[in-house]
């Protein structure tokens, strides 16, 4: 049989650069069911994506799905020829060629493989209707009619040199597609071999990642010799790569004077508005210029250049405009206009919240020793910034412009850094707040909207989260490990269960995804205490560092031993060792070599703790091997059982290792 190669492409108006990623991944993995389970054979070569076009090919698909026999179970044998003859022909098969199983007739019949064309004809349609976008649209035939993120405009779908015939909505698949709106024809005949260059001759870049070179060496080229530098935007740049097809950078400029406006602001309008990257000199400061990038191939007399610098002039107008007006009253002055400003319907205000807030950063301040009147000032005015004209225009600078207005009213550094910082981290990559009443206030803001929200019963279900409640438990965890925070969980979280099992969740994602710390490692540290989560990382790091060593994991596996002795025996765990009743030889030396980890990991660090306990695995190893728990004597038995407990209730306060896969 032939190995075929098949192209797809789902041409349609704009996807949201945002979403193509994500669909991308669902097409190549629908698309390899899709032949996995129709025994063709094929594998999914690549996938790719333009703003306006999904793209994917496959290679070594079979002509025809090779032919299979099917057992089917027939009438009883009681039923007798007749019946036989009847289920035969039904089937299609010989009627000698029946057996008899269990009380059955049986046949086998042979079943002819489809054409793979046939199949994915009969398939595509349904398959790419069922991709999953975070939104999608009618676009024609009503409420009756198919759902996409966009209307979809052409399809290709091509098994080697044939279409394999399909439609959505009317639109037929075929073997044309469309170049980019300007650079390139409306109608492009492709091959599955030709399909990329013929895309590339009229103004269509496919592969994501060579719009993305493109972007990055152009840019370097458009600042060689300047002394300039592109200000480092990973996000900004994969949004460019996949809301263009032909992206090509352009160098622009301002003036000077909106440099007196706060970096903060420049770079946010730029960025945020109109997808520029902004400039800085060699000094690290931002310079008056900026790059802006284009959907075509050039901008020879500089007329795309100069509608960006316009466009650009009148926001930044906006801006300076903005930060005068606001100046005009005081962020405290504010405070209370935050009654008008509803946080969450059953939660109330932005007002309420803040009253909230003061309450807990104040708690969180006399318990960690920072000035409780500095915490209590900057939560106060922590969400002033809502009510500012700039916030209402530029939803991104809160918290930034709330610090950046602070410090110019007159605020101490405290209180406008912390201000400035408290939303932070607001993802994994970003920092955490810089300084200790910023942590403070960022904890407690974060802590509040979580304890109300659960409280109210807003919980994330599924991929539900409107209010990034995984988001700020994120930050929590990042802000008490990292910040070094030592309040205990159950402070933090009180009597809401739900609430707790949500942060374990996320501090088990963060150790284990995040921090590279092994599953059963977490669960182990995890299981002896999650209280203090700068102590949990402490043990971590010990455990880790304690587990190559030679005696270490066959002293885990022996801990299981022992726990699943004392469970077995019901035992409970308490009282102490009668010395008098220890066998001389391997039960003394057990009690002995415990005594002495003991005294030893009492006085230590998590890691010669950790030392000490490994270093019992010879004594261990003895006992099982000499000594019988289940003594005929109860006291000896007791006494036995208490030895174990109390080595599990000793070292168990660090990890416990029964959680430790071992081999």
Not at 68 to 78: H, L, M, T, Y
Not at 218 to 242: Q, S
Not at 320 to 328: I, K
Not at 557 to 578: D, Y
């Amino acid at each position: 049989m032939s190995n075929l190669p098949f192209l797809l492409e789902i041409g349609t108006e704009e996807i949201p650069d945002w979403m193509i990623v994500p669909a991308l991944g669902q097409l190549r993995d629908s698309v390899q069911a899709l032949l996995d389970g129709h025994g063709l054979q094929g594998k999914v070569s690549w996938v790719d994506a333009t703003p306006r076009r999904l793209a994917l090919r496959a290679d070594g698909i079979i002509e025809r799905q090779p032919d299979s026999k099917e057992v089917k179970k027939g009438p009883p044998i009681a039923g007798g020829q007749r019946a036989a003859e009847g289920f035969a022909k039904k089937q299609g098969i010989p009627v000698e060629s029946l057996t008899q199983e269990g009380g059955y007739f049986v046949g086998v019949k042979m079943v002819t493989g489809r054409a793979a064309a046939d199949i994915l004809a009969a398939e595509l349609a349904g398959l790419i209707l069922k991709i999953q976008w975070p939104k999608t649209m009618y676009w024609t035939g009503g409420k009756t009619g198919p759902r996409f993120i966009r209307p979809i405009r052409w399809l290709v779908a091509l098994l080697g040199g044939n279409v394999v015939p399909f439609e959505i909505a009317g639109v037929q698949s075929g073997a044309v597609t469309r170049g980019h709106r300007k650079l390139g024809a409306s109608s492009v005949p492709v091959t599955v071999e030709n399909y990329r260059d013929s895309l590339a001759a009229s103004g269509v870049i496919l592969a994501a990642a060579d719009r993305r070179r493109k972007i990055e060496t152009e840019i370097a080229g458009l600042l060689e010799g300047t002394g300039l530098k592109v200000h480092a935007d990973a996000d900004l740049l994969d949004t460019l790569v996949f809301i263009t097809e032909h992206p090509t950078p352009i160098l622009g400029g301002f003036d000077p004077q909106y440099l007196e406006l706060p970096s903060e602001v420049l770079v946010t309008v730029m960025r945020h508005h109109q997808k520029y990257f902004s400039v800085e000199g060699a000094d690290g400061k931002l310079a008056p210029n900026f790059i802006a990038v284009m959907n075509t191939n050039a901008d020879p007399e500089g007329l795309v250049r100069r509608g960006n610098e316009r466009v650009l002039r009148a926001r930044f107008n906006d801006a300076r405009f903005f930060w005068q007006v606001d100046q005009q009253k005081k962020l405290a002055d504010r405070v209370a206009d935050l009654a008008s400003v509803t946080f969450q319907a059953k939660l109330g205000s932005y007002l309420e919240k803040t009253k909230r807030n003061v309450a807990l950063a104040s708690e969180l301040a006399a318990m960690s020793g920072v000035d409780i009147a500095t915490a209590a000032r900057a939560a106060e005015l922590l969400k002033a910034d809502l009510t500012t004209e700039m916030v209402k225009e530029f939803t991104d600078l809160q918290g930034v412009v709330g610090g950046l207005y602070a410090k110019v009213q007159g605020e101490s550094d405290a209180v406008s850094q912390a201000i400035y910082d408290h939303y932070k981290p607001t993802s994994m990559e970003d920092s955490i707040p810089s300084t200790r009443e910023g942590l403070l206030v960022s904890l407690a803001d974060k802590l509040d909207t979580l304890r109300g929200c659960f409280a109210v019963g807003l919980q994330p279900t599924g991929s539900k989260d409107p209010f990034a409640l995984r988001r700020a438990a994120q930050g929590v965890v990042r802000i008490l490990v990292e910040g070094k925070l030592e309040f205990p969980l159950a402070e933090l979280v009180g009597a809401d269960q739900q609430l707790r099992e949500f942060l374990l969740d996320r501090i088990k994602y963060y150790f284990r995804e995040v921090r590279g710390f092994k599953y059963d490692e977490v669960n182990a540290v995890l299981a002896s205490s999650a209280e203090n989560l700068p102590d949990v990382e402490a043990r971590l790091k010990a455990l880790q560092a304690v587990r190559p060593t030679e005696n270490f994991e066959p002293l885990a596996a022996s801990f299981k031993r022992i726990q699943n002795i004392v469970r077995q025996a019901s035992f409970e765990r308490g009282g102490s060792v009668a010395e008098p009743l220890l066998e001389a030889g391997p039960e003394r030396a057990l009690y002995d070599e415990f005594k002495r980890a003991s005294e030893t990991a009492r006085g230590s660090e998590y890691l010669p703790a950790l030392e000490a306990i490994a270093s019992m695995r010879a004594a261990v190893d003895l006992f099982f091997d000499k000594v019988l728990v289940n003594a005929q004597d109860a006291e000896v038995r007791r006494n036995r059982l208490t030895l174990l407990a109390s080595i599990l209730t000793e070292f168990s306060t660090i990890a416990d290792f029964s959680e430790i896969v071992t081999q």
